[in-house]
């Protein structure tokens, strides 16, 4: 009995945290393990009642609220079918020789809508490197290092997906906010 207890434990806690790493993929690299977007996920929130329209406008107005130039940050779209949006993300803090350094990151986000229901797809995040005298520069694929070789964790890594994950969280809030005031706000 207490084993059966005991695996329904461990199985309970997998699948909860099953959910939170839908939206990563790990990688490893010579014993270290990074995390990095899932390029394939889709995500998709369903709204009961609510047609395409009327979650295409709601997706505008969060992506306004959201962005400070929205106009900038939307690179597509077409009416109540489709939205792309390429904006900046969060920073990324990397500890390197007891000093921090702090990088911007960018995401690209796909969304699609039908009638009572809508589906986003991250489906790129870039981190900004500033050119040196050793690096070039540029835009590259975000990689979390979130342990070293020897299998300890790294906490800087790890609180860098925390605050992705609140930053896609955020996008998800602002939208469902959006779409509940159509109904409380259909008579002001």
Request: overall charge neutral; charged content about 20%.
């Given at each position: 009995m207490?084993?059966?207890?005991?695996?329904?434990?461990?199985?309970?806690?997998?699948?909860?945290?099953?959910?939170?790493?839908?939206?990563?993929?790990?990688?490893?690299?010579?014993?270290?393990?990074?995390?990095?977007?899932?390029?394939?996920?889709?995500?998709?929130?369903?709204?009961?009642?609510k047609?395409?329209?009327?979650?295409?406008?709601?997706?505008?107005?969060?992506?306004?609220?959201?962005?400070?130039?929205?106009?900038?940050?939307?690179?597509?779209?077409?009416?109540?079918?489709?939205?792309?949006?390429?904006?900046?993300?969060?920073?990324v803090?990397?500890?390197?020789?007891?000093?921090?350094y702090?990088?911007?990151?960018?995401?690209?986000?796909?969304?699609?809508?039908?009638?009572?229901?809508?589906?986003?797809?991250?489906?790129?995040?870039?981190?900004?490197?500033?050119?040196?005298?050793?690096?070039?520069?540029?835009?590259?694929?975000?990689?979390?290092?979130?342990?070293?070789?020897?299998?300890?964790?790294?906490?800087?890594?790890?609180?860098?997906?925390?605050?992705?994950?609140?930053?896609?969280?955020?996008?998800?809030?602002?939208?469902i906010?959006?779409?509940?005031?159509?109904?409380?706000?259909?008579?002001?």
């Amino acid at each position: 009995m207490k084993k059966a207890i005991i695996i329904a434990m461990v199985l309970a806690f997998n699948l909860s945290n099953a959910q939170v790493d839908s939206l990563w993929t790990i990688t490893k690299v010579k014993d270290a393990a990074y995390k990095s977007v899932d390029k394939e996920t889709k995500h998709v929130l369903e709204f009961e009642g609510k047609t395409a329209n009327e979650l295409y406008n709601s997706t505008r107005v969060a992506i306004g609220s959201l962005w400070k130039n929205p106009d900038e940050v939307i690179a597509g779209e077409v009416d109540n079918q489709y939205i792309k949006v390429n904006g900046g993300a969060t920073s990324v803090a990397v500890s390197s020789l007891g000093a921090i350094y702090y990088f911007n990151t960018r995401v690209s986000i796909t969304f699609k809508f039908k009638d009572n229901k809508m589906m986003y797809q991250i489906t790129n995040q870039e981190t900004y490197t500033s050119p040196s005298e050793y690096t070039s520069g540029g835009w590259s694929s975000t990689m979390y290092q979130v342990t070293r070789r020897n299998g300890k964790r790294i906490i800087a890594g790890f609180d860098a997906v925390t605050e992705f994950e609140l930053f896609v969280q955020g996008i998800e809030n602002a939208i469902i906010k959006e779409v509940e005031s159509l109904t409380t706000n259909e008579g002001w």
